[in-house]
């Protein structure tokens, strides 16, 4: 089943304070480039993707001057949204939904994953459309241990696998999940639904969809950013 882009919505959530990055600037606000920060770029991705769809980025109140500050110098006017986000990511996706006009599918993404395809986001979109959910993930490739006391054992990485962001759902579905009471268990937007009791339709991802936490990641993105061009 297709969706119209006009019925899509975005939520960016470009909360976070790169503690680990171990930088003065939020993480989301430094430069891949002389011209783009981290988040401009993911702003820029899915408008490319879905130049139909409402953008809605959730940033800390006390960064919204810093924000525009940073889009003026860039001159980076594609259109968006922004609101004040919450004290924790549930709140903060919870602030983007209250944002957005009503819609049939909703994406919420980290704004640190600047290397989203438009190729993932549609592959995302459509399986949403037919399955009501879709969240990125991909397969453990590594060895796995469990610890065991002072030891570990090996762990079966076949029953294992990682989730990234987009993650795209239902409006309905996803206005439900945030009028629970928050849960420190919800570490992410399939687990918000999922507690529901609610099967949530998981989607191949893409190992170039990184999301920037160290400084190590930094440097590896704005090489990357620079190839892309």
Known sequence: MKVNQSDIGVIIVAGGRGTRMGASTPKQFLPLSEHRCVLEVTVERFAQALPGADIVVVLPADSMASWHDINSKH??????????????????????LGALPHKELVAVTD????F?????????IDDAADYGSAVASLPVTDTLRRRCGQGSMSADRNEYFTVQTPQVFTHSVLQRAYTQPFDERFTDDASVVESLGLNVHYTPGDR??????TPEELVMARAIYALQG
């Open 75 to 96: 001159d980076f006017n594609t259109p968006h949204t922004t609101v004040a986000g919450g004290d924790t990511r549930f709140g903060s996706v919870a602030a983007g």
């Open 111 to 114: 704004g640190v994953r600047p």
């Open 116 to 124: 989203v395809t438009q190729e993932l986001i549609a592959r995302l």
């Open 208 to 213: 170039g969809n990184i999301k920037l936490t």
